[in-house]
Structure formats: structure tokens, C-alpha cells
């Protein structure tokens, strides 16, 4: 039976983020006996229960990581390496020493955009360098993997689409993860959408994630294979907005500006859109469903839901109004401006009068 984990030995590696703290929480309620390494608890404190310890530390101390690994852990789970220079640390520490390394990874280690949707485990992953954050996760995997082909550990690969829960953003925007555009929809701005809002999108509750990769620890079926786990409900950008602004009871004033202006006018805070966001992104989750029994649980609407309430009993969100976001505004002025003017030229230029 997949996840049979009673009386298991695990480490989780970053067990107090979005993912890492429902996975703890699944891991306790199986019954295993659950060591998180963390430098901080950054979403939420896990009660403090029998079966459930914590290390603090960071992985890149080699000392620290060592002195953990004589633990004997049977399993290492790992939602915290982003560097192949930390993953080759890991695969020399725990070689030999555990049955099983389980990796999350992300779905941005796949080729964008990519050449056939749904896109598949197999498919191409060969991430631009300049999306530094998805060239590095491809860099950790190609690790881990020749390290199960020699044998140092079985090692099995989790590879999330976007996950989101309450006290993060539901909803990414076109400069990443502040929640500013939540305000602006709230308080009936207007708020950019990259292109024409029609690239697909999905955005899965963090939650219903935490089964399937439990169900992958110490399941032999699962070693040596990667798995995409994404939200089965696929949507336009434009009709995720929507949703939320729903929610909100709010009417959504969009403004569409190309991700390659955007990313010109603000090559940081852009990035994201650029490189990711811009482009469908539509993963097959069939061989999840079939070996680690995933399924999408929590639909995008009930987990706004929840987010928003979170945020409306927790300090609300980013203040728009705030200095800190005035480029926002200002960009706005500057893009209706210029595309005013750019209508009245070719008017003017190809004598077109309706």
C-alpha cells in the first residue's frame, strides 16, 4: 500500500512553509516520527506533539546537516533546496544512510513555452538560465537522479505547479508575490494583466498536495520517477481574476499591457511574468493519480475563499496607497498616455475614419 509511513524516521527539510507545514502535518497524523530542520518557522508553528521535533539550523551548515543525518532517518524529505551546490551536499551526507530522498522540486524545470500540452513528466526541461530559480531546481534534479542511478538512495522527485494557502497570495500577479493587487481589486482599481489575460494558469490549494507525497514515501513504485502535482482546474489568468474579484464582490478593471513591456519597464520586479507567467502552463497529473492517488480536492474558488478570509482577520493586505507602490500608478498614467497617443498616430497616419 503506497504511504505506508507508521513508525517511519523522516526529516522534512523546510517543513514550516506552504507546502511544508500541511506535509508535516499529514506525515504526524500517519504516524511518523517527523524531525523538521528549519531556520525559522515562517507560516505556521506546528503543535508542539510526541513525534514531531525540531531542529534549527541552516542546511548549508555541512556540520549541522552531518550531526542531523545520525539520526537514522529512514526518509529525507527535502522542500528547501534550491542550489545544486546544497543538493550535492545532501547526496554526500545521507548516501547510505537513509532508504529514500524525496524531492520537491517545481514544474518550472520544464522547457517554456512548451511544445505539446499537457506537458508530461518526459517532456523537455531545459529552463532559460535567466529564470535562475527553475535552472537551478533543473540543476538539484539532475543531481538527485544520478545519485539514485548509483545507488546512493532510492530517490523519488515532486515537481508542484503553483501551491498557495492561507497567508500567501492566491493569486500571482504581474510583479510576483506582494498582495497589493488584492488591495487594488478590494478598493476597485485598476490592476494589470499580462497580454491579453488568455495564457492558462493553475493554482493549487497546498493542502492537496500533502497526500500524494506522503503517499510516496517508501512506496518502491515511486523511486526513480518525478511526478507532476498541479491543480486539475485549469483557468485563463482573466477568469482567475475574476474569481477573486467575485469573492471580493467587486468589479475587475483590467489593464492589459504585454509581458516583453512589462518586462522592459521593470526587468526585476517583471521577472516572473516574463519568464513564467506569460507562457500556458497546463501539466499532466495522470501518473500522480495513478501511483500516489492525487487528486485536486480544494477548487480554486473555496481556497480564495479561505485566503481572503485569512488575510481580512490578519492585517489585510499590502496598502496599495502605499509610496512603496506608487511606480504602479505612475506606469499606469504612462502606458494609458502612450497608448492614447499611439491610437490617435495610426488614425492619423492610415486615414481611417469610422
Known amino acids: 500500500m503506497p504511504g505506508g509511513s507508521e513508525d517511519v524516521k523522516v526529516l522534512v527539510i523546510g517543513g514550516t512553509g ?103 513528466e518526459d517532456a523537455e526541461r531545459n529552463p532559460r538560465k535567466s529564470f535562475a530559480y527553475a535552472w537551478k531546481k533543473a540543476q538539484c534534479e539532475e543531481v538527485f537522479f544520478k545519485a539514485h542511478r548509483e545507488k546512493r538512495f532510492a530517490v523519488t522527485i515532486i515537481r508542484p505547479a503553483h501551491t498557495y494557502c492561507e497567508g500567501v497570495t492566491p493569486l500571482l500577479q504581474v510583479f510576483g508575490w506582494t498582495t497589493d493587487h488584492l488591495d487594488r481589486i478590494q478598493k476597485g482599481k485598476p490592476v494589470i494583466i499580462h497580454g491579453d489575460g488568455t495564457s492558462l494558469w493553475s493554482s493549487l490549494y497546498a493542502e492537496d498536495l ?24 485549469v ?36 521577472l516572473w511574468c516574463v519568464e513564467n507567467f506569460q507562457y500556458s502552463n ?33 492585517g489585510g493586505f499590502d496598502d496599495s496607497d502605499s509610496p512603496r507602490f506608487d511606480f504602479y500608478e505612475r506606469f499606469l498614467r504612462a502606458w494609458e498616455t502612450s497608448m492614447r497617443s499611439l491610437t490617435e498616430t495610426l488614425v492619423r497616419s492610415t486615414g481611417i475614419v469610422e
Open 210 to 233: 500533502a497526500v500524494p507525497l506522503a503517499n510516496a514515501l517508501l512506496t518502491p513504485l515511486a523511486y526513480g520517477k518525478a511526478y507532476n502535482i498541479a491543480s486539475e482546474e
Open 282 to 314: 497546463v501539466f499532466s497529473v495522470g501518473l500522480a493519480k495513478k501511483d500516489l492517488g492525487f487528486a485536486t480536492r480544494t477548487s480554486y474558488g473555496d481556497g480564495v475563499l479561505r485566503c481572503l478570509r485569512w488575510f481580512a482577520e490578519n
Open 18 to 120: 506552504t507546502i511544508g507545514s500541511f506535509v508535516t502535518q499529514e506525515l504526524w497524523k500517519r504516524g511518523c516520527e517527523v524531525t523538521l530542520l528549519v531556520r525559522g518557522l515562517s507560516r505556521r508553528v506546528f503543535p508542539n506533539e510526541p513525534g514531531v521535533s525540531v531542529i534549527h539550523g541552516d542546511r548549508k551548515n555541512i556540520s549541522l546537516l552531518q550531526a542531523v543525518a545520525e539520526h537514522n532517518f529512514d526518509v529525507v524529505v527535502d522542500l528547501a533546496c534550491y542550489e545544486p551546490q546544497d543538493a550535492e551536499a545532501a547526496v554526500q551526507t545521507f548516501a547510505g544512510r537513509i532508504e529514500q530522498y524525496l524531492f520537491v522540486s517545481t514544474v518550472d524545470v520544464y522547457t517554456k513555452p512548451a511544445a505539446v500540452y499537457p506537458v508530461t
Open 235 to 270: 483557468m485563463c489568468w482573466n477568469r482567475l481574476y475574476e474569481i477573486v474579484a467575485d469573492v471580493m464582490g467587486m468589479p475587475l478593471r483590467p489593464v492589459y499591457v504585454p509581458a516583453k513591456v512589462l518586462g522592459q519597464a521593470f526587468p526585476r520586479k517583471a
